[in-house]
């Protein structure tokens, strides 16, 4: 079961998985109502998520976190079923490169939310969460004595000697239509690419842990978790998303005997300077 892409209704696969096995569970279902006119088969009900919450409270590990993709009404469902097991962590928030027009009497949605959630007996302290520091500049910053609200303080200096910035909620990541063809499948509305898997997968996991996806779609975790040294068990129901994303997991596999596999070999994926900059060249161009 592990390191394999299943073939089969997530539903009906998730009882098999082992109680307290999985490190991460990290997701991307259907939404409430997402694109309800064009894919109705695809979205889920209070009562599916009321389901996977069951399944997810069985198969997580006490440390385990949750990691799931959401719009608004999607965010409320999930909160609404997971409330019974998991508390609420944070959430990253998507900035796409372009969005989707919706309709002429509301803004094109341009974001999505990724929620974190863990057992809620679970303690902050034993979580996994290793910060994805992004490149700056150094500084050395002198504070001097002041009065502040009438209240005096000493000077101070502030320092940072290697120019790394701790991670933001903002997330900077190419939509489908703006990744390389290679990586892209036609016919799939809400492909993520391996850049933004990847850094979510290497901020709430470590190499060896088990990562579960049970609405694998691309399959794009699975080739992300190899990458990154992380076992996994992904369940797509779709027979030819499920075909296209083995065919692609076997490629990947097979680059192995011409370049070493280490985590190095995505480090590529991690650098979100070139979508920032688009996305800041855009704004500038709109003002």
């Known amino acids: 079961m592990i390191n394999k892409i299943h073939l089969a209704d997530a539903f009906d696969l998730l ?7 999985v490190d991460l569970i990290y997701t991307d ?23 996977l919450g069951d399944q997810f409270n069985r198969i997580l590990k006490p440390t385990g976190q ?43 949605s341009n974001t999505e939310m990724i929620l974190v959630w863990k057992h809620k007996k679970a303690k902050t302290s034993d979580l996994i969460f290793n910060p994805q520091y992004e ?40 939509a489908k239509d703006n990744l390389p063809k290679s990586e892209r499948i ?4 809400c492909q993520k690419s391996f850049a933004l898997i990847g850094y979510l997968v290497n901020s709430l996991s470590n190499p060896g842990d088990l990562i579960l ?22 369940i797509e129901r779709d027979p030819k998303y499920y075909a296209e994303s083995i065919k692609r997991l076997e490629n990947e596999m097979a680059q192995v005997n011409l370049f070493a596999k280490n985590e190095t070999s995505i480090a590529g994926l ?7 900059d688009k996305i800041a060249v855009f704004a500038e161009n709109r003002l």
């Open 29 to 51: 279902p259907p939404f409430v109502t997402a694109l309800a006119g064009l894919y109705q088969s695809w979205n889920l009900s209070n009562h599916d998520f009321e389901v």
């Open 270 to 276: 991690n650098d979100i300077r070139p979508v920032k």
């Open 213 to 234: 996806d049970p609405f694998s779609g691309s399959g794009a975790t699975a080739i992300a978790c190899y990458r990154l040294n992380r076992n996994f068990i992904c």
């Open 66 to 108: 949750i990691a799931i993709f959401a719009d608004y009404l999607t965010g409320l469902a999930i909160g609404n079923a997971f409330q019974k097991y998991f508390a609420f962590r944070f959430y990253f928030l998507w900035i796409k490169s372009h969005g989707q027009p919706i309709g002429k009497k509301q803004p094109i």
């Open 15 to 21: 009882p098999s998985i082992p109680a307290g096995s």
């Open 135 to 174: 490149t700056g500049t150094a500084y050395r910053k002198v504070h001097k004595a002041g009065n502040l609200t009438r209240k005096k303080y000493n000077g101070y200096l502030t320092e940072n000697v290697t120019g790394d910035r701790f991670p933001t909620q903002t997330l900077f990541y190419p």
């Open 186 to 189: 036609e016919g799939m509305p």
